[in-house]
């Protein structure tokens, strides 16, 4: 009997288990949808008892360094118009805007028939009165000294004779009439003499004739000076060394002065005028370094200095004019170049820092970050200190190692969550 139990036992299970998988194969995908839904919420079940998994930020040490970041331009610290100093006509314009020039290089040139003209008039001036001092240094005082050398030996041939005929007539052997003629040509030799010594004292250094000579010589040579002055201001030359940044000229052109014909930017130190929000006017000082580059060149980068803040605001911008000095500007910089400027104002070494993503409510005074414990979202209060562009300065309520949930990750506080090291 009991072999016969088994004998059906043994019948039954092999005919039952084929039909089971054939069943199950039957409805295989259904199956398989039962499967991954059981698993899906096994997994969902233990998602929400743990919390989802969550990237954190973590609180280090590090060196920090705040900035003040601005753009702005180039500009140098004084531009030069150059014009004409003369009423003409452009004759050739030399060199082009943007070019690079040096102290004395001519720039523009203009129409000098007319001051060539005064020039060689002036000269003949000149050449005019040197032969009149010529001639009194090599005619007239000789002449007049030797006038004088004959007036004296004719007076002295008077006096002599003048004092005969007065002896004579005191003795009776001559006659009044001829003492008369006597002291008559005395007198003649006497005023001959005095009329030579003036003609040499005239025509000496001192005299009126010298003075007058020597005067008109001066006034001669101030003439071709002035002339020659004109002269060259016909030539147009760049007052120092510069790039010419701006040109209102063309051949043809009438300059008359006080018009501008060209801008030069001297050569040297340049600046960088930015505009800085006011909010961050307590941060600046003069003397303060920055790094700039130039849009065109990014990747380029130089130093610069705080040598200028605006007392004043720009009420309509809200902003403060800051300018900085370079003293070794790079070669590639023009004028009213686009510059990004990082100013820094302070730094802080191995300071505790987090990620300012982390960090809530910062603008309104009163910030806290969300932290982790045990496998939840906590709120704390922090106290913060300078920042950087992407990291700030945690002065108390977190310590090296903690964790910080970053302020768009959607957690809220007392959420459970499964913090993730990036």
Known sequence: MADQVAALSSRTKSTVVPAVWSALWAHRWFALAIVVLLGLGGWQS???????????????????????????????????????????????????????????????????????????????????????????????LPSAKEALSQAQATLLNAQQTYDRTSQLTNN??????????????????????????????????????????????????????????????????????????????????????????????????????????????????????????????PDRRFPAVVSYINPGVDISRASVQVKLTVKEPPDYLRQDMTVSVDIEVASRKDALELPVRSVHDLTAGQPWVLGAKEGRAVRRPVHVGIRGNSHIEIVDGLSAGDVAVPANSGLVTGQRFRPVLP
Do not use: C, W
Not at 193 to 208: C, D, L, M, N, Y
């Open 172 to 297: 009776g052997y001559a006659t009044r009439a001829a003492l008369d003629e006597a002291q008559k040509t005395l007198d003649v030799a006497l005023a001959q003499k005095r009329a030579a010594e003036f003609q040499v004292f005239t025509a000496s250094p001192g005299g009126s004739d010298y003075v007058m000579a020597e005067t008109q010589l001066n006034q001669a040579r101030a003439n071709l000076d002035t002339a020659q002055s004109r002269l060259g201001y016909a030539t147009i030359a760049a007052p120092r060394d510069g790039v010419l940044i701006t040109r209102n000229v063309e051949r043809g052109t009438v300059a008359q002065p006080g018009k501008a014909l060209l801008v030069l930017a001297p050569a040297g130190a340049v600046q960088l005028v930015l505009q800085i929000d006011e909010r961050n006017l307590g941060k600046l000082a003069l003397g303060q370094t920055a790094l700039a580059s130039a849009d065109a060149y």
């Open 46 to 140: 233990v998602r929400i008892m743990l919390g989802p998994a969550i990237v954190v930020d973590l609180v280090q040490r590090g060196d920090l360094v705040e900035t003040v970041v601005a753009s702005g331009h180039v500009e140098t610290p004084y531009r030069v118009e150059i014009g004409s100093q003369i009423t003409g006509t452009v004759e050739e314009v030399l060199v082009q805007e943007g070019e690079r020039v040096i102290k004395g290089q001519p720039l523009v040139s203009l129409e000098a028939r007319e001051p060539k003209a005064a020039v060689v008039q002036a000269q003949g001036q000149v050449a005019q009165a040197e032969a009149r001092m010529r001639q009194l240094a090599e005619l007239t």
